[in-house]
């Protein structure tokens, strides 16, 4: 169980004030709090595989053109996450493909790379090996 809530500024990939967010201090240090659309109950390592791990390990019919704008080409490469629920139940109803379940996370802030992203309110991008990623699932919860 986590002991106190401190909320610290996120910085943006670079460097300037991005937004408040809360953060989770405990004995293991501070996580950040984020939400992820999955495809299953228990989450695998699979729902955390970013497009670009996504088209090598797919068939050549499932495979999608890279972009080629080097900044979207590095966010393709991360994994995309909800600063909220809401933002998640609300990406869910837009891209009904990404699954029925939402993984709640609790991500270490010294363990990966994560960064508010894109123009999309609340969209982080992490960057991490799925394994690492499927152990910071704190629950998983069914989306209606």
């Known amino acids: 169980m986590y002991e106190d809530q401190i909320t610290v500024e996120a910085r943006h990939g670079r460097g300037e004030i991005d937004q408040s967010r809360e953060y989770i201090l405990g004995d293991s240090g501070a996580h950040m709090r984020l939400y992820r659309v999955v495809r299953s109950d228990p ?3 699979d729902d955390f595989l970013s497009q670009y791990r996504r088209n090598l390990l797919g068939s050549a019919a499932s495979r999608r053109p890279p972009p080629t704008d ?3 080409l590095r966010i393709w490469d991360g994994v995309s996450m909800s600063a909220t629920k809401r933002q998640a139940e609300q990406q869910r ?3 009904r493909r990404l699954g029925m379940y939402m993984a709640v996370m609790d991500l270490p802030v010294v363990r990966f790379r994560m960064e508010r992203s894109t123009a999309t309110p609340g969209h982080f991008t992490v960057w991490g090996d799925p394994g690492d990623l499927l152990q910071c699932v704190r629950e998983v919860l ?3």
Request: proline fraction near 8%; charge should be positive; hydrophobic fraction near 50%.
């Open 70 to 72: 080097p900044r979207l």
């Open 43 to 45: 989450a695998t390592a």
């Open 142 to 144: 069914l989306l209606t």
């Open 93 to 95: 109803a837009r891209y």
